[in-house]
């Protein structure tokens, strides 16, 4: 780690900053996680794509089919390649076991991560409370050193609140938070932080519009940064510069631009498979997409064709 526990804020609003992305894991098709292809992946987005890190062993990337080992490998190669490209890592510790997220954590401070995100944890029969959640936090933050993001999500069955997160946010090394709740939350939780934290949301067709209206850094993020952007086609990256410079009527310019190429996603996503068609997508542009891992579907070939005539719509440059 390049910072302490109690230094953790200022230095993930200096570092922890620019446009995200949501990394997937390759597999094999005998179901083997492809460590060539991995890094490959990984020297692209942070390498050509310039992305400012990668959100590591997410829900985009299978996570929940992954065994211990091999989440703390991806942590190990995505931290090392990152590097080599002068760019960051966010590993996903999230887990439904306590001691699993611990072990990531730790795992994470000795492997060159930056940061971590741990989402909310997953409670039944009415024990979301705000208390509950704070205290889940609070000995997670009193056990790892490294920067902590918090994670929320309709996917957890609940939302907390915009005053529990800013409570949680006074902790000495949480340093941001994925928020993706209704736009009227987040931009409460921007108000009660201010500075103190790094406040982010999962939609790109938002950010824009929260750089300008709410002064936000951070992109943290899903997958349209490595999916809607190529070597010689990245406006995500350029209307954000745009953007940080101030000149906003430029950047919506580049903005709007990439909706074709929003739109020809969305038509080509089929019902319950967007690992599956998210990698497939990832093919298309020349990188290493590979199978999804059980319990998560395959695309039919009648599904991978709709996705071929869409993509060939979206205006993206290859070259």
């Known amino acids: 780690m390049d910072y302490t526990k109690q230094d953790a804020k200022a230095y993930a609003k200096a570092h922890f900053t620019g446009v995200w992305a949501a990394m997937l894991t390759p597999f094999k098709p005998d179901g083997s996680m492809d460590e060539a292809a991995f890094r490959a992946n990984v020297a692209h987005w942070t390498g050509a794509l310039k992305l400012g890190g990668l959100f590591v062993a997410g829900k985009q990337g299978e996570f929940f089919s992954m065994s211990m080992a091999e989440r703390k490998r991806s942590f ?20 439904t076991n306590l001691d699993t997220v611990l072990e990531l ?49 309709p996917d957890c069955g609940y939302l907390m609140s915009p005053e529990l997160c800013a409570r949680i946010a ?8 994925k928020y993706s709740v209704p736009r009227e ?13 790094q406040v982010s949301t999962a939609s790109e067709e938002e950010w824009l519009d929260n750089i300008e209206e709410l002064g936000w850094r951070l992109y943290l993020c899903s997958t349209p940064p490595l999916l809607l952007q190529t070597a010689v086609d990245q406006r995500i990256n350029e209307y954000t510069r745009l953007a940080f410079e101030g000149r906003f009527a430029e950047a919506r310019v580049v903005r709007d ?63």
Not at 77 to 95: F, I, P, Y
Not at 134 to 143: A, D, F, H, T
Not at 277 to 297: C, D, F, I, N, T
């Open 257 to 319: 631009s990439l909706e074709p190429a929003r739109q020809a996603f969305k038509a080509s996503k089929p019902k319950g498979k967007p690992q599956a068609h998210s990698k497939y997508w990832l093919e298309l542009l020349g990188q290493a997409g590979g199978a999804v891992r059980r319990p998560l579907l395959q695309l039919s070939e009648v599904e991978k064709a709709l996705i071929r005539e869409q993509f060939a719509k979206s205006g993206l440059k290859l070259a």
């Open 76 to 95: 190990t190669l995505a931290a090392e390649v990152a590097r080599q490209h002068g760019s960051r890592t966010v590993m996903s510790c999230s887990d």
């Open 185 to 197: 939350m987040y931009v409460e939780l921007s108000r009660l932080v201010g500075d103190k934290i």
């Open 105 to 153: 954590g730790r795992h994470a401070q000795d492997c060159g991560a930056d940061w971590i995100v741990v989402h909310s944890p997953v409670l039944h029969f009415g024990a979301d409370t705000d208390e509950t959640i704070y205290e889940y936090y609070r000995y997670i933050s009193e056990q790892l050193d490294i920067g902590i993001a918090m994670w929320n999500h």
């Open 170 to 177: 006074e902790l000495p090394n949480i340093v941001a938070i």
